[in-house]
């Protein structure tokens, strides 16, 4: 007899941009999609929670509560602040039933720190735009693309799922992603700037390529998406380590 999965998945952070776009997609998937936020009641997800600021010293505890309350069997954090506390108490989520897929702590503190993450992506060989250098920044030269990927721990170059989006930003107006497949250079670094930084789960990389075609990253962050929508190469990756790690 095969065993039925409950692919129940808590978003969190469903008031923003990425959020709604996670809770879009595994709602499309056939997931029951609870969205949480403290200040938002959206219509793009089954049911909806409100619940504390992040900054709150229970907002931890109100997710584990509502996963075990609600039978929770994964949690998808889409938001910057989220993402250490979060990792600081990730093992108590496998007990109350919800898989949750974040770098340990070390590592998302290193992600959150981008003199760091430029540090270490130089020390690894990648060209990494200075995070001080705010004028280089607000270029809009080149291209600028969003690679997202979800990789597993001890995976081989080429990710468990990696999808890329160019942006367009005219500086008044949502940034706009058009998907791109053609793109195995922006992979390959964006691959390499997470083996860089030990990121294993989702993540999402902006690289930059100037006029000469040379590649740079920009920055990093642990939200499976940001302008772009959540691709299904993503979100199948990260089916596949949620199945793998369901009880038998």
């Not at 949502?174 to 390499?192: G, H, I, L, M, Y």
Request: charged letters at 25%; hydrophobic letters at 45%; a neutral charge.
């Amino acid at each position: 007899m095969i065993k039925r999965l409950i692919k129940r998945v808590v978003v969190t952070g469903v008031g923003s941009p990425p959020g709604a776009a996670v809770a879009t997609a595994f709602k499309r998937h056939g997931w029951l999609v609870m969205g949480v936020d403290h200040a938002f009641h959206p219509t793009h997800v089954h049911q909806f929670y409100l619940v504390s600021p992040v900054h709150h010293p229970g907002w931890v505890d109100e997710l584990l509560l509502l996963v075990r309350r609600e039978r929770s069997t994964l949690v998808v954090p889409t938001r910057r602040e989220e993402f250490l506390p979060l990792a600081r108490r990730q093992w108590e989520f496998p007990r109350a039933g919800a898989s949750l897929y974040l770098p340990a702590p070390d590592t998302v503190e290193d992600v959150l720190d981008a003199r760091l993450v430029s540090h270490r992506l130089r020390r690894a060989g990648l060209v990494a735009e200075e995070p001080w250098n705010e004028r280089r920044r607000d270029d809009r030269t080149g291209r600028l693309f969003e690679a997202a990927l979800c990789r597993d721990v001890g995976a081989p170059q080429v990710a468990p799922g990696c999808a890329v989006f160019e942006l367009f930003d005219n500086g008044d107006a949502p940034v706009r992603a058009e998907r791109r497949k053609d793109e195995a250079e922006v992979e390959a670094v964006a691959v390499q700037a997470a083996e860089a930084l030990g990121v294993t789960g989702p993540a999402t990389v902006h690289i930059r390529r100037d006029a000469d075609g040379g590649l740079s990253v920009v920055e990093m962050t642990l939200s499976p998406c940001v302008h772009g929508p959540l691709a299904n190469e993503v979100l199948n990756a990260l089916e596949r380590l949620w199945e793998r790690d369901q009880p038998a």
